[in-house]
Nanobody, 124 residues
Framework: VQLQASGGGLVQPGGSLRLSCATSSWVLDYYAIGWFREAPGKEREWISCISSGDGSSDYVESVKDRFTISKDNTKVYLQMDNLKPEDTAVYYC????????????????????WGRGTLVTVSS
């Protein structure tokens, strides 16, 4: 399973970015895909997850109402609006197999595959 995150960059506070996580179409049929981030000096944290089946999604409280996760046939997106300096981090996407248990959700310690990260810097 290959996952490739892209779309990071430098943006001013209040601005927007859309991250993409590219993978194979069959992966999205069986894997929940999560977005995670790792800020300098901090542990990696989960921020959003979208399920393989019904596409249900959830978010960490700090990004609710600002970030939106979605997917199409081969990509999972993270639309990030009203960005804040504290959103500065390397962002990763990762997959967790839901083939035999659709209730499995995203968790930093339990993802099966990780992609390389993309750097998001929010600064004026």
């Amino acid at each position: 399973v290959q996952l490739q995150a892209s779309g990071g960059g430098l943006v001013q506070p209040g601005g927007s970015l859309r991250l993409s996580c590219a993978t194979s179409s069959w992966v999205l049929d069986y894997y929940a895909i999560g977005w995670f981030r790792e800020a300098p000096g901090k542990e990696r944290e989960w921020i959003s997850c979208i399920s393989s089946g019904d596409g249900s999604s959830d978010y960490v409280e700090s990004v609710k109402d600002r970030f939106t996760i979605s997917k199409d046939n081969t990509k999972v997106y993270l639309q990030m609006d009203n960005l804040k300096p504290e959103d500065t981090a390397v962002y990763y996407c990762a997959g967790r197999d839901q083939t035999f248990d659709p209730t499995r959700r995203c968790s930093t310690a339990e993802m099966d595959y990780w992609g390389r990260g993309t750097l998001v810097t929010v600064s004026s």
